[in-house]
């Protein structure tokens, strides 16, 4: 009997044990870490389920082998192995940390970024008898922090880039300004009024720069206007190609619709693609840039409105794009250039669906790339177009005139505003802040010469800018008419002034002719 008791005893303990070695596996598998034990030896005993997924190599293949083998590890950046985190474990006899930046090469040469550590497996009298190394693989997490750090870098990028854009839109607004009064005083003809207009459409050039440089850091809803966007389009494409073996031929419609755009973001758009062309074609060659008027239809299955399109096709015999890569083009910081950042055509198709268009790439190695843009035209553009060009003579005041109140806190502002206003017949007065344009308007509101016009800069550095100003304005005269002015171009106010309680828009730097356009549309006047 005493023999039978003693065969229960052990078929018990062998079957605690074994439930115990089941439960320790399940345990393992369960695991979503990579979890290896070595011997004392450094050769592997077990492997979970996540270690074979990581490893590409099955439990019963590599028990036994030196863990070196299973486990492939590399440096990031030197591409060197580093210490074997057993090796180390064995002979220090303490826990150690896997290295940052190391990498796990799998069976079929997947390559994981992974983390985590090594410790000794100790018996009951503590002697070391092997060790464990537990990972996991971080290749997203990593690809999720450096696109962060990213997004954060370009956060500041942009922050830094509109205060530089401001200011430099303020010394535009004084040099833009003063210009386009000396060319109205200088002898049409002559060398200096053909240099003053050299130097305006420097000036532009410098202010479509910026906009550009706003849009690649921040973004922003564009500012539209009713444009026919040929000039925009030639004049861009030709300023790229300046000094390259590459040309252009324009094969534009006669007629094209006008579209309502911001025409800052749109060269922007034509210069990354025409760029795109002319690095595809190293030895140089010909870009054929197409436009068309269409109309889309339900049945053409592209994913914008049925209506007036026009279209926008820029197409290169260079060397075209690999179907791999095709796909993702558009993916911010995704580039097959040794020195690009992958943002232009990611912000090319920012600004075509923030215009409620759409894009369309094809390509074939060898032979080229084509990219057509479509852009919507507004109902009734093509009417309304005409009536506003006629604005643009600035060489005659208005016909009207009284006195409009100018808020800058520049004074080469305020002081080019005022002799514009000068010039159109109108008598400014100014104003350096929000609070005083207020007291300014109240003191003159109700009486025989009240403010006819309101200018407002939104931004005034350490002062009541002309958000909040329009809101004090409003409470005094709700029917104030009020231009918002700004050199932030793509601050959200311009894109919707109406809605904050604006009757009209100027964005800086701003000529006599634009300051006379605004002035006729909110106040109801002739272009004289």
């Known amino acids: 009997m005493e023999t039978v008791?003693?065969?229960?005893?052990?078929k018990k303990a062998e079957e605690a044990l074994a439930a115990e070695k089941e439960r320790l596996a399940v345990t393992l598998r369960s695991i979503g870490d990579g979890v290896i034990t070595t011997d004392f030896d450094g050769k592997i005993l077990l492997l979970n389920r996540a270690a074979e997924e990581m490893t590409g190599w099955r439990q019963e293949e590599a028990v036994?082998?030196?863990?070196g083998e299973v486990f492939n590890i590399i440096n990031e950046k030197t591409r060197k192995p580093p210490q074997n985190p057993v090796v180390r474990v064995l002979s220090t006899g303490i826990s150690v940390e896997i290295e940052n930046q190391t990498i796990l090469i799998s069976r079929d040469g997947r390559e994981r970024v992974i983390a985590d550590s090594g410790a000794p497996i100790r018996d009951q009298q503590s002697r070391i008898i092997g060790a464990v190394v537990v990972f996991r693989d971080i290749t997203e997490k990593r690809k999720m922090e450096q696109e962060l750090l990213k997004a954060q870098h370009m956060e500041s990028i942009g922050v830094l880039a509109g205060g530089i854009a401001h200011d430099f839109n303020n010394l535009?607004?004084?040099?833009?300004?003063n210009i386009s009064l000396a060319k109205i005083m200088a002898p049409k003809g002559e060398k200096i009024h053909l240099k003053l207009i050299e130097a305006e459409n420097a000036s532009i050039r410098a202010r479509d720069l910026t906009q550009q440089l706003l849009t690649f850091s921040r973004g922003g809803a564009p500012v539209k206007k009713a444009t026919c966007i040929a000039d925009i389009i030639k004049d861009s494409a030709s300023f790229t190609l300046s000094g390259s073996r590459t040309n252009c031929c324009f094969d534009i419609e006669s007629g094209l619709w006008p579209v309502e755009v911001d025409s800052g973001q749109i060269s922007q758009v034509i210069n990354n693609l025409i760029i795109n062309a002319d690095q595809a074609m190293p030895g140089g060659g010909?870009?054929?840039v197409i436009c068309r008027n269409v109309l889309v239809e339900d049945d053409d299955r592209l994913p914008v409105r049925y209506g007036r399109y026009i279209t926008v096709t820029i197409r290169d015999h260079g060397i075209g794009i690999p179907p791999e890569s095709l796909e993702r083009?558009?993916?911010p910081y995704f580039t097959t250039k040794k020195t690009g950042k992958g943002l232009g055509l990611a912000t090319v198709?920012?600004?075509?669906?923030?215009?409620?268009g759409h894009i369309v790439v094809s390509s074939k190695e060898g032979e080229g790339t084509t990219f057509t843009l479509y852009l919507p035209c507004g109902d009734g553009i093509g009417e309304l177009l005409p009536k506003e060009t006629a604005v643009l003579d600035e060489n005659s005041p208005a016909d009207f005139s009284g006195k409009v109140l100018v808020m800058d806190d520049e004074k080469n502002i305020r002081d080019v505003a005022g002799e514009m206003l000068d010039f159109l017949g109108y008598e400014a007065e100014f104003a350096s802040d929000g609070i005083e344009a207020v007291e300014l308007f109240k003191t003159r509101f109700g009486s025989s010469e009240p403010f006819v016009a309101v200018l407002l800069d939104l931004t005034v550095q350490g002062g009541m800018g002309g958000k909040e100003a329009v809101e004090l304005l409003k409470e005094i005269d709700p029917d104030v008419k009020v231009i918002a002015s700004s050199g932030y171009s793509n601050d959200p106010i311009l894109a919707d002034h109406k809605?904050?309680?604006?009757s009209g828009i100027i964005s800086k730097p701003y000529q006599l002719s634009d300051l006379k356009q605004v002035l006729v549309q909110v106040l109801g006047g002739s272009s004289g």
């Open 349 to 356: 198709y920012s600004i075509v669906k923030n215009h409620n």
């Open 286 to 288: 010909v870009i054929d």
């Open 499 to 502: 809605i904050y309680g604006f």
């Open 5 to 10: 008791r003693d065969i229960t005893r052990r």
């Open 172 to 177: 535009l607004t004084a040099i833009l300004g």
């Open 329 to 331: 083009i558009f993916e």
């Open 64 to 67: 036994g082998k030196p863990f």
